[in-house]
T-cell receptor, first 117, second 113 residues
Framework: AQSVTQLDSQVPVFEEAPVELRCNYS??????LFWYVQYPNQGLQLLLK??????LVESINGFEAEFNKSQTSFHLRKPSVHISDTAEYFC???????????????FGTGTRLTIIP | ETGVTQSPTHLIKTRGQQVTLRCSSQ?????VSWYQQALGQGPQFIFQ???????GRGNFPPRFSGLQFPNYSSELNVNALELDDSALYLC????????????FGPGTRLLVL
């Protein structure tokens, strides 16, 4: 069984300040890791993902996340946030694909990021 | 744009009724998964279909069922609706290859009264 813990349900941050959204996971098998973003009244959009290789992954809009296997973490960071980053952010894990057919994503409960002007 | 569409966008039903939600995936995406997202929660996996057969299921009762069609469309059917079924229902599709990412549709918001 897998689980994802997002320790902060809400994170308020001033515009142009840095932010870190925390994600820890538990799994008995190797995993892929994802961050999805959900804007109000919309579905989920993939922000970034870690499948293999470099443990630091980046998105096109300035977010980055680092996979830390020893700490089972995949924290999301951005050095300077913008008003448009206001959204709900979900961390998710799935099996690394060695068991083909199991596409189940296990999500955390989400972190609501609010940017303060 | 993920290329995944869902219909309807919103739906209101009463307890005990049945509902069918629809999803249209990208061409070539043979795997489709359905998720239920209750208010204030993360999405919960309902089940997935690969080439028209169910091949994975989460902790949902049998009154949640699905179909996948050769034209990359799929359905989620829920019988005997309960108040707790009120949620955003998301479908996600992916292509072949074990490193392919799932892409989500915008969801259908179901309210059961």
């Amino acid at each position: 069984a897998q689980s994802v813990t997002q320790l902060d349900s809400q994170v308020p941050v001033f515009e142009e300040a840095p932010v870190e959204l925390r994600c820890n996971y538990s799994s008995s098998v190797s995993v892929y890791l994802f961050w999805y973003v959900q804007y109000p009244n919309q579905g989920l959009q993939l922000l970034l993902k870690y499948l293999s290789g470099s443990t630091l992954v980046e998105s096109i809009n300035g977010f980055e996340a680092e996979f830390n296997k020893s700490q089972t973490s995949f924290h999301l960071r951005k050095p300077s946030v913008h008003i448009s980053d206001t959204a709900e952010y979900f961390c998710a894990v799935k099996d690394d694909g060695s068991n083909f057919g199991n596409e189940k994503l296990t999500f955390g409960t989400g972190t609501r990021l609010t940017i303060i002007p | 744009e993920t290329g995944v569409t869902q219909s309807p966008t919103h739906l209101i039903k009463t307890r005990g009724q049945q509902v069918t939600l629809r999803c249209s995936s990208q061409s070539g995406h043979n795997t489709v998964s359905w998720y239920q997202q209750a208010l204030g929660q993360g999405p919960q996996f309902i089940f997935q279909y690969y080439r028209e057969e169910e091949n994975g299921r989460g902790n949902f009762p049998p009154r949640f069922s699905g179909l996948q069609f050769p034209n990359y469309s799929s359905e989620l059917n829920v019988n005997a609706l309960e108040l707790d079924d009120s949620a955003l229902y998301l479908c996600a599709s992916r292509g072949e290859g074990y490193q392919e990412t799932q892409y989500f549709g915008p969801g259908t918001r179901l309210l059961v009264l």
